[in-house]
């Protein structure tokens, strides 16, 4: 039986793992990790990861990722300002997603 889990060290040992789906590529910055990752329906989303834990959140790029990781480094516990902020900064860089 396969073992899913959003466990970063545990998906770093099997990539196929991981709960979302497949992790193609892991990104380390800071105390930022992102997990590129393909889902069933064959999206592929960038997980985020604060210090190790995941955060329950995703993107559907790299850039969108970073800048969401970012805003909610800036707004803890308060998803909604800083959903509107990462919304916010991916319009006014012109970052689809």
């Not at 396969?2 to 793992?17: P, S, V």
């Not at 995941?54 to 998803?79: C, D, K, V, W």
């Amino acid at each position: 039986m396969r073992k899913e889990t959003t466990n970063l060290y545990d998906i770093r040992q099997d990539a196929n793992a991981a709960s979302y789906g497949y992790a193609e590529r892991i990104y380390d910055f800071g105390p930022y990790t992102f997990v590129e990752a393909e889902d069933v329906d064959g999206r592929v989303l960038f997980h985020i990861y604060f210090e190790g834990e995941y955060s329950n959140l995703y993107a559907t790029s790299i850039e969108q990722a970073m800048i969401g990781a970012i805003a909610h480094g800036s707004f803890p516990g308060n998803r909604e300002a800083a959903g509107s902020a990462t919304r916010e900064a991916c319009k006014i860089l012109e970052i689809e997603g």
